[in-house]
Structure formats: C-alpha cells, structure tokens
C-alpha cells in the first residue's frame, strides 16, 4: 500500500522522524517502575503545557478522542443534570449524540457553521451545571472565545468542558486564565502521534466531581475515578496504548527543548497565515470568520466540486486535504496546518493548487 503523501489532513498529521523511530521500537512490560516514571513525567508535562491549576490531574486513555468525550460527560454530568453544548459542526453534534444516548438534558447553543458564539444568548440560559464546547471546531475550522465562555461558566457555577483536541499546541490554551475544569486531548491531532490515546486534563474542582461521581457512572472501562486511583502511581487500570505513550514521552520532550507551547502554537501560526497569504488571488474563500491556527477551511469559488478537488489533489499531486461532508461536501475542504510540517512542505500544496487553476478544472 502506497503511504507516500504530502498529508495536511487534521488527523492524522505528519509526524516527526524521532516519534516514529521511536514506535518502532519493541515493547517492554509495563507494571514497573520505569514505565510508571515514564507516565508520571508525561503527566507533568502536560499539565504544564496547559497551564492547569495545581492540584489538576491528567488521566490517560486508551481510546480515540470520542472515547474521551464519552467518558467525560459518563464521569462529570449527573444523570439529572443539564449541560449547554456549543454545537457549530460535526465535533459539536457529537456531544449532543453522546448525551442522547446516556439520557441525560443538554440545551444546543446553536452556532451558524464557520461562526463565534453568541454570547449575549448563552448568558440567558439558567439552570445549567455544565457548559461544553469543541474549542476548535475541527469540522468548520472555527476556533471559539474560550475566555469568554470560561466567564459565563464561572458566573453560572458550570463546569466548563472543553474539548481542545485540534487546538491543542495549534492556539492558545490557559487552563487556569479561561477557568477550564475539564480537557479533552488526543493524540493524533497537535500533538501529532498515532491515533488511540485521549488525556483528559481535570481541575482540582473536576477530580472531586468524578470522585462523587464514582457510583453512578455505568461504565468499567471509562470510570475516570479509577485511573485517578491508579495515576498516582504512573499506572492505569487496562493495558494502556504502550507504543504511543512511549511516542508521547518523545514528543513531549521535543517540544520542552524546542521552547514550549508557545513556540509550537507560533510555528501553527506562522504556517496558517503564509498558506493563506499564498492562497490569494486563487479562487479559494475562507468558510471560517475566526479560523484556528490549526486547520483552514475553504471554499470552493468557480464552481468546482470540493469533493471533486480533493481528490484531483491526491491523483495528481499525491497530496491529501481533508474533504468535508454532509451538506458542506461539494462547498468546503480543509488544509490542517499541524504537525512536523513548515512553510517550504506547505508550498508543496500552494505550488499544486495553482497548478490545478491554471490547467483549468474538470481535468
Ligand atoms: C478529531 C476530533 C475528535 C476525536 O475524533 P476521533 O475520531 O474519535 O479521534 C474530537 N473532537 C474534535 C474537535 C476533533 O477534532
């Protein structure tokens, strides 16, 4: 099978030559103190790269970021409780499903696709103890106002539950400044690893809710209070995701040497907004009105399927853009900007789309 692709798709992302060296690598056994060491720093590390609060702790999870989503609202919404949900895109949608499913209330804070929140409507609403919302909706490419919403949930006395995991290391991210209690991270997305492990970051306010919480909660494998247990120690109750730990103890460690958060979430920058720049003058809009330094959304604008020019893309120049769908699919298609990627890979991609202009479309 042919893996070989210029890949600018929000997951999976390029990922740097010592993280994959580093998967290749047989693995040892795990319930020891060496691994424990090794959990423990990612821990550490993590928790300094969002700036939690202290006291705050990181739970690992073996599972793709829907799994987090789901153990989050298992662990911190009561069955009687009632959450308002942001729902922008497919990401939003999902915790709205999520909840149906455990028959628990949410109210939909409704968001036009590629649109900020209302705020003004969102205060309006009573009677909530939890407000969750995709900081990056990856479907839309919209990042949300985080510090806003953080105020809103601390006036209202909400848990606030973001899910970052496409912003992560893309935009800013401050636990303690945007009055977060909950995260949601995944590996496959900014922190640019293999897919199948989620973190989920609490608040020291978060960890005594999954604590109470500990019996009502109807699932084994997401009973968020055990791993709590079991992370004190460096361990996790199941047989944890080894080799992309391992990756993430490699790239944790990168990123502290390259100089941080900030560096990362500036390089994303740089990168969205030299693509964009270079973008001009092509038939291309922009969907989003508060776009992520993560991924750009575009429309298509001389009629051309977007459908259609993902995969001319990926035929001709063996590069892969992500294609949206639903009722976007033949409007909007999405370059993520995340990754062990830089501007001179990301000129690969201009390069082609003026190409596939100038040769005229239909091709
Ligand atoms: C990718 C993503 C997820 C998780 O999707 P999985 O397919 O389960 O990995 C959740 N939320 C957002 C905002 C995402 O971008």
Same mark, same amino acid.
């Given at each position: 099978?042919?893996?070989? !692709?210029?890949?600018?798709? /929000?997951? /999976? ?14 693995? /040892? ?5 060496? !691994? ?15 700036? =939690? ?14 799994? =987090? ?13 009632? %959450? ?10 999902? !915790? ?20 900020? $929140? ?42 606030? $539950?973001?899910?970052? $995991?496409?912003m992560f290391l893309a935009d ?14 995944? %590996?496959?997305?900014g ?9 989920? +970051?609490?608040? /020291? ?19 968020? %209070? ?37 560096a990362e979430i500036k390089k994303t920058a740089q990168i969205a907004s ?18 992520s330094n993560a991924v ?8 051309? %399927? ?12 063996? $590069? ?16 993520a900007h995340m990754g062990?990627i ?7 991609? +201009? ?5 596939? !202009? ?6």
């Amino acid at each position: 099978m042919n893996k070989e !692709f210029f890949i600018f798709t /929000p997951g /999976p992302v390029k990922m740097s030559r010592e993280v994959l060296e580093e998967s290749s690598k047989q693995l /040892p056994y795990f319930r020891n103190q060496e !691994f424990s060491n090794v959990l423990l720093d990612c821990e550490k590390r993590i928790l300094d790269l969002v700036h =939690a609060p202290q006291g705050s702790r990181a739970v690992f999870l073996t599972a793709s970021g829907t799994g =987090a989503m789901e153990a989050v609202t298992s662990n911190l919404i009561g069955q009687d409780e009632v %959450s308002l949900v942001v729902n922008g895109g497919t990401f939003g949608q999902r !915790f709205i499903e999520i909840l149906n499913i455990q028959k628990k209330k949410s109210i939909e804070h409704k968001v036009e696709y590629g649109s900020n $929140i209302d705020p003004s409507e969102i205060e309006t609403i009573d009677g909530v103890s939890a407000i969750i919302v995709n900081g990056h909706e990856t479907s839309t490419g919209t990042l949300y106002d985080l510090n806003l919403l953080g105020r809103i949930s601390k006036e209202k006395g909400a848990v606030f $539950i973001v899910d970052a $995991i496409s912003m992560f290391l893309a935009d800013e991210l401050d636990m303690a400044k945007m009055n977060i209690d909950c995260l949601i991270l995944s %590996s496959q997305k900014g922190l640019a690893l293999a897919p199948g492990l989620s973190v989920i +970051v609490l608040s /020291p306010r978060a960890v005594q809710v999954v604590k109470q919480n500990r019996e009502n909660v109807k699932s084994l494998y997401f009973r968020l %209070s055990d791993y709590l247990v079991d992370g004190d120690r460096g361990q996790t109750p199941f047989t944890p995701a080894l080799s992309v730990i391992y990756q993430l103890y490699v790239r944790l460690h990168s990123i502290d040497k390259n100089g941080g958060a900030e560096a990362e979430i500036k390089k994303t920058a740089q990168i969205a907004s030299y693509f964009r720049e270079q973008i001009k003058g092509l038939p291309l809009g922009l969907f989003s009105k508060n776009p992520s330094n993560a991924v750009t959304s575009l429309t298509v604008e001389n009629g051309v %399927s977007a459908h259609k020019l993902v995969q001319d893309l990926e035929r001709l120049y063996k $590069i892969q853009v992500c294609p949206n769908g639903g009722e976007l699919k033949d409007k909007v298609f999405r370059v993520a900007h995340m990754g062990d990627i830089d501007v001179d890979y990301t000129w690969v991609l +201009v390069d082609a789309l003026k190409k596939y !202009f100038e040769r005229g479309s239909g091709i």
